[in-house]
C-alpha cells in the first residue's frame, strides 16, 4: 500500500480513538479503505500487463526492422 493511504488509515485509527463515530460512518470508512486497496492492487496488475504488452510490441518491430533489412 502506498504511504499516503498508510497516512490516511492512521489519521483515521487517531480520529476514530478521540472520537466516537457512528457505526454507520465507521463501515463505510472501512469499506472505503478495502476498496483503495483492491482498486490499488487491480492498477498494479493493469501496469503490469500493459508493461509486458508493450515489450512485446517492441521486439516484434524489431524483428520485422530486421527482416526488413536482410
Known amino acids: 500500500m502506498s504511504e499516503a493511504i498508510n497516512q490516511m488509515q492512521q489519521r483515521y485509527e487517531e480520529l476514530k480513538g478521540q472520537a466516537a463515530l457512528h457505526e454507520g460512518a465507521e463501515a463505510l470508512i472501512a469499506d472505503l479503505f478495502a476498496e483503495i486497496e483492491r482498486l490499488q492492487a487491480s492498477n498494479l496488475t493493469l501496469r503490469r500487463t500493459i ?7 517492441s521486439r516484434m518491430s524489431t524483428k520485422l526492422r530486421d527482416a526488413l533489412y536482410e
Do not use: P
Open 51 to 57: 508493461l509486458k504488452s508493450s515489450s512485446k510490441e
